[in-house]
């Protein structure tokens, strides 16, 4: 069952309005963006996005009954200034980004997203798209393989899971892959809270999806396209994705983006936000407990000037 992580937080840092016009970057099963849809109405607007064509499809079942109807838009929130332009949404008063995949997602083993059951080895967002996990794990040298697990994944046994890969190559299944991590990691090794093979997969999704470049790309172009005084929102779900947002937010904070030791400014930056959390919001220990998935959550926002 899907639960739409820090809703309640997300609406209280946003502060959609009656009539605003909002625009939900990480459709999913759509818990976000009704939650905006309510607090907007009456004759507020929705721009939702996703690059899951089935989210979008299901999206237009369960939002149906909001007037006016949402524009629900398949695509990459890395192109959102020009998704909205071409949906007519010039200047929005909100937006929010929730990253990483949905609990959707996660529980298809069709997507090759979970290690917890077999599929293949896939991991696209996006299931047009050419990249597939299943075609990194196989055709990568052995070096770049660990060099993305190390990057990607933050793992400390990149290289000896990356040998691994190598030895048992072709790898098809996401059982494949799990079981090569596994025997990789020494078993004293093995974390405590999570699967031996959480990061490798993390690291193979993020790269099959580019989700660094999409949420670089997204985040400037929700400045293009935010009003002043309209504010924005991200839910990240590991430190990757919260270091991006919070240097992001600061440094658009910020009138000058010079080296300390300049003594005169040449960079001609100007401060586009105010950041609204000094520290993210996280979920509650009541959230955590209905939702484990919740755990890692973190939310950040900041007010367009």
């Known amino acids: ?5 820090l809703s309640k937080e997300s609406i209280e840092l946003l502060q959609p309005r009656p009539g605003a016009v909002v625009v939900d970057c990480t459709l999913g099963a759509g818990g976000h963006a009704r939650a905006l849809l309510e607090a907007i109405q009456p004759g507020g607007r929705l721009l939702a996005i996703d690059r899951d064509p089935g989210a979008v499809d299901a999206a237009r ?7 006016p109807h949402p524009a629900l838009v398949r695509g990459d929130f890395g192109e959102l200034a020009l998704i909205a332009h071409e949906a007519g949404f010039d200047r ?3 937006i ?33 798209q050419p990249v597939t996990a299943e075609r990194l794990v196989n055709e990568l040298t052995e070096r770049d393989l660990a060099e993305l697990i190390l990057r990607l994944g933050e793992e400390r046994w990149a290289r000896r899971i ?3 890969i190598a030895r048992r190559r072709p790898l098809r299944t996401t059982r494949d892959l799990a079981a090569a991590v596994e025997a990789a990691i020494p078993r004293a090794a093995w974390p405590k809270d999570i699967h031996p093979a959480t990061r490798t997969f993390q690291a193979l999704r993020m ?19 935010l009003t002043p005084g309209g504010r924005m929102a991200a839910i990240s779900f590991h430190s990757l994705e919260d270091g991006m947002v919070k240097a992001f937010f600061n440094a658009e904070s910020k009138d000058c983006l010079c080296p300390p030791q300049q003594p005169v400014c040449t960079c001609a930056h100007r401060a586009s936000l105010r950041v609204l959390t000094r520290k993210p919001a996280r979920p509650s220990a009541e959230e955590v407990a209905a939702n484990p998935r919740s755990r890692s959550a973190r939310l950040r926002a900041a007010e367009r000037i």
């Open 92 to 94: 929005v008063d909100a």
């Open 207 to 225: 790269r099959v999806n580019d989700e660094l470049g999409s949420l670089e790309r997204g985040l400037k172009g929700a400045i293009e396209i």
């Open 1 to 5: 069952m899907h639960r739409s992580v």
């Open 162 to 164: 990356a040998q691994f």
């Open 61 to 67: 079942t369960l939002l149906s009954g909001f007037e």
């Open 96 to 128: 929010l980004f929730d990253l990483g995949i949905s609990s959707t997602q996660l529980d298809d083993p069709g997507r090759g997203f979970s290690f917890r059951s077999e599929g293949p080895l896939d991991m696209r967002m996006d299931p047009t």
